[in-house]
């Protein structure tokens, strides 16, 4: 099962009835706190645009806000501050974040990523997708979004803590039996992770 979630520069053109909503925390276009107002009852996703910014779920990653190397200390310093963040980047740049990541030595964050294909499905690897870019009829993008979004979404357990961390030896299919779910379950927990057998000691998997 996936959601629809919708962002926009301009509040007011996000339709009335929109259950999930971006906004910015910080920049030019920073609206979240009208974001939350006009929409209190929303799940309510804070981008931030400049890596500087120690706010919100969502670092975006595009040509003139941050850059990928910047989006590592940003995931950095929000899961210092006890966040599960998330960056936000086109499909045609994803290769490169994820390699900043991996030069780095840092755990991969979880992704949202621009696809204007017009298809309502998330990538593997990915928890959303944003579809659908604003036009002359609609003033505000539409994303596709996984059932569950780790850092967005509360955890289905009510937990906050609830996840192992990966060992040596450990297997996805061996952490979902050890917690009582099959392998189906944990990979829909688990949307950021791209293949069963790509797991790798230090990385959080969601039970």
Request: hydrophobic share 35%; proline share 6%.
């Amino acid at each position: 099962m996936t959601r629809l979630m919708y962002d926009s520069v301009t509040a007011g053109d996000i339709p009335n009835d929109a259950t999930m909503v971006a906004g910015y925390v910080d920049g030019h276009y920073r609206n979240i706190d009208t974001i939350r107002k006009r929409f209190p009852h929303a799940l309510v996703v804070g981008i931030a645009v400049d890596a500087r910014t120690n706010d919100g779920i969502v670092l975006d990653v595009e040509q003139g806000d941050a850059t990928p190397t910047e989006s590592v200390a940003w995931v950095v310093k929000r899961r210092h501050a006890g966040k599960d963040p998330s960056v936000y980047c086109s499909v045609s740049e994803w290769n490169a974040v994820r390699a900043a990541f991996h030069d780095a030595g840092v755990e991969q964050p979880h992704y949202w990523v621009a696809h204007y294909d017009g298809v309502a499905s998330v990538p593997k690897g990915a928890v959303a997708k944003q579809f659908k870019p604003g036009s002359a009829a609609h003033h505000y993008d539409i994303s596709v979004v996984s059932t569950y979004w780790p850092g967005v979404d509360p955890h289905p357990s009510g937990r906050k803590d609830a996840y192992v961390v990966v060992k040596k030896g450990d297997t996805l299919s061996g952490i979902a039996a050890s917690n009582h779910l099959t392998l189906t379950q944990i990979e829909k927990l688990n949307p950021q992770i791209k293949h069963p057998d790509w797991i790798y000691p230090g990385q959080h998997v969601y039970v």
